[in-house]
């Protein structure tokens, strides 16, 4: 029975740039050879486990790319653009330092002058914690419909002789949130976070003349970094679901889990220790699409959720970490 007052998911969209990236990649050279010098160790042994990766060709705009899912989450929450009251989410690497390119996605959206557009800067669980935002102006009486929308699109912010970025691809994801129907599935029911400010720094997208290269690329330190990757990124998205199931009484085994798609070292560590019954990705096809992963593959298998729940679980480099539950 859904209450007058509980809120869902009520639409889904995607999409993926059509070039296609491979492991064989020309480009991925520095980072082959820079691995073997190291004996294959340090984070080059971190990052691994993805087959495939979509790319932005020449011309390519995120914000068409990031509006085309939106697009797609509006037609299947079975609105128009002119029932979107606000529109949050967030586009990085963003054309300008600011405004964020989200305000581009409002423009090819066709959303009016009326729609606020609330961007939101929390690599990377971006998508969770605009969800939340919106979810909670539901709740206020501030609006119907709010359109949430990530857009993801740093292999041009890559140093390649780096381990992560073998691994990082391109895609967009958007989900409509509004007031549950009698019929709505994905219906939300809680969400909890950690902070874990002594990593702040410790992961970076900054310029490094170090690097040779002009433009801002993503780096982790090879101390902080490294450290934050094995403890809190490790250990803290487990400990956050538990501490979120318990409170709801919830089981593992009534569980499906998505999460953030870094790598299979977390991936698979996640799934051992929080032991969910289905646990859902697109890592092996389309890489980490940094904080568009979840809403990607949220999209790809709504329509296929088998358990009574769904967890979705993301971390960033604020460092932060979010869990949300939802009643499928």
């Known amino acids: 029975m859904v209450s007058a007052s509980e809120c869902a998911l009520l639409g889904f969209g995607a999409a993926v740039p059509a070039q296609v990236r491979h492991n064989d990649d020309p480009l991925f050279e520095p980072l082959r050879r ?29 914000a068409s790319l990031t509006a085309k899912a939106g697009a797609a989450a509006i ?45 939101v800067n929390s690599e990377f669980a971006n998508f969770l914690m605009s969800v939340v935002l919106a979810w909670e102006a539901l709740r206020a009486g501030s609006l ?17 002789s780096q381990g992560h970025s073998h691994v990082i691809g391109e895609g967009a994801g958007a989900a409509v949130v509004g007031f549950a129907g009698p019929d709505s599935r994905c219906v939300l029911v809680d969400w909890a976070a950690d902070t874990f400010s002594n990593e702040y720094g410790a992961m970076v997208l900054t310029v490094r003349p170090e690097s040779g290269l002009a433009h801002p690329t993503y780096g982790i330190s090879s101390a902080e970094g490294i450290r934050a990757f094995m403890s809190s ?10 501490r979120l199931l318990a409170k709801h009484g ?3 085994d009534e569980v499906t889990l998505i999460s953030h798609q870094a790598t299979r070292k977390l991936m698979d560590h996640w799934a051992q220790a929080i032991r ?25 298998f709504h329509r296929e959720l088998r358990t009574k729940y769904l967890v979705m679980v993301g971390l960033g480099i604020g460092a932060h970490q979010m869990a949300m539950l939802v009643r499928v």
Not at 233 to 242: E, F, I, N, S, T
């Open 233 to 242: 990124g490790m250990d803290g998205p487990p400990r956050l679901v538990a």
């Open 144 to 160: 119907r419909h709010a359109l949430v929308a990530v857009g993801s699109a740093w292999t041009r912010n890559m140093d390649y």
């Open 75 to 119: 037609a299947d929450a079975g609105l128009t653009a002119a029932q979107v009251e606000r529109l949050y989410g967030y586009l990085a690497v963003s054309e300008f330092i600011a405004p964020n390119q989200l305000y581009s996605v409002h423009r090819e959206l066709g959303l009016g002058q009326g729609t606020w557009v609330v961007p």
């Open 34 to 62: 820079a691995a073997a010098a190291e004996g294959g160790g340090g984070e080059h042994a971190l990052f691994y486990g993805s087959r495939e990766r979509r790319v932005l060709g020449p011309g390519e705009s995120l």
């Open 250 to 252: 919830v089981s593992p």
């Open 276 to 300: 969910p019954h289905e646990y859902l990705d697109t890592f092996e096809d389309y890489g980490n699409m940094v904080h568009a992963s979840i809403p990607v593959t949220l999209a790809r």
